[in-house]
């Protein structure tokens, strides 16, 4: 190479200037382009690649911003720097200046989960324990607005970086929202997809504000203590029931249990109250055979038979709904697996108004501890 040559190269390295930036990393959001003293030539070379936006910054201001392209820097494509240097005629000697160059592609399957349990008052279980984890993902939509609130000096931000700031705004919005649902607790598990939607659309103007946009948010799993699993599952079963039909179906499978232990007490107990049934009702026939007389039946000697007692039947409040009627027994079962409890309102025939369950008087023996009457003469 002759000298000519030589000069040739080295002014051409000295006024031709390109800024660019080749990202070989998954997780550089942003990235300070370093040039020697910031100086910038005049003319120079600015290549912006696709998913990349380029942000100008002059003594901490900002300045101008360029999407993907190939532009060369002068006073026609520099309009706010040129403003803040005061270029009226343009310039011709290197200027300085910060670049950014800022990742806009989508940043994905980011973790996000609840560090501490959620409490929540579900009005059968009262409070209530849950955790919470999924994945979000997001991208930069205003590369100036981020760099000025987020990156600031930052020469190299990762997503790392904004990841713990992102995940703690994630897990309290998230906890404000659950709550404010007011589901019940079993329901959470089963609207993830809802939920989910819900929670991005309550977080997508915190993320904004800083020049993020909140593209995806899953909750993958609401997960809660196993006693309280299994409590709902209970109460799931016993809620699709018919309680009067259960009862009735039980009382027939322990008939025929019994009725099969032929050689024991039960099986011989029921044998002898069949016995007297089978002897009441041959006994109700011959009797107009009986001592060639004839026999007047128990009707028509006046001596009637009370009336069968009729079981009180109960009304209770469910949900600002009314409910029943239930049976005594029923109604024991319901506060047993916390559909009522001892300030809901019930009411039965001849009461006046609802009143609450533990202001009945034979209801108040589903609270336990109940005491005595004095003894007679004390």
Known sequence: MGIFDQIKEKLSHEFIDIIEWLDYTDDTICHRFERYQNEIKNNAKLIVREGQTAVFINEGQLADVFGPGTYTLNTQNLPILTTLKGWKYGFD???????????????????????????????????????????????????????????????????????????????????????????????????????????????????????????????????????????????????????????????????????????????????????????????GMMQPQMGGQQQVPMQQTGAMPPPMPVAVQYFYAANGQQAGPVTFEQLKALFANRTVNKDTLVW???????????????????????????????
């Open 93 to 283: 000697s290197p200027f300085k200046a910060e670049v950014y160059f800022v990742n806009t592609h989508l940043f994905t399957d980011e973790k996000w989960g609840t560090k501490n349990p959620i409490t929540l008052n579900d009005e059968r279980f009262g409070l209530v324990e849950i955790r919470a984890f999924g994945t979000y993902a997001f991208k930069i939509n205003d590369a100036g607005k981020f760099i000025i609130d987020i990156v600031g000096t930052d020469n190299n931000f990762t997503n790392f970086e904004i990841n713990e700031h992102l995940k703690s705004l994630i897990a309290t919005r998230f906890t404000d929202t659950v709550g404010e649902a007011n589901l019940p607790i079993e329901l959470y598990a089963a609207n993830t997809t809802e939920l989910s939607e819900t929670c991005r659309e309550v977080m997508q103007p915190e993320f904004g504000s800083v020049g993020i946009s909140l593209e995806k948010f899953f909750i993958e799993n609401v997960s809660m203590p196993e006693d309280l699993k299994k409590e709902i599952f209970e109460y799931s079963r016993i809620d699709k029931l018919d309680l009067d039909k259960l009862t009735k179906f039980k009382t027939a499978k322990a008939i025929e249990a019994a009725a099969a232990n032929e050689g024991g007490t039960a099986g011989a107990g029921m044998g002898m109250g069949m016995g007297f049934v089978l002897a009441q009702q041959m006994g």
């Open 348 to 378: 039965k025939q001849g009461m006046q108004n609802w009143a609450a369950l533990n202001e009945v008087e034979e209801l108040k023996a589903f609270l336990g501890g109940s005491t005595p009457p004095p003894l007679p003469g004390q």
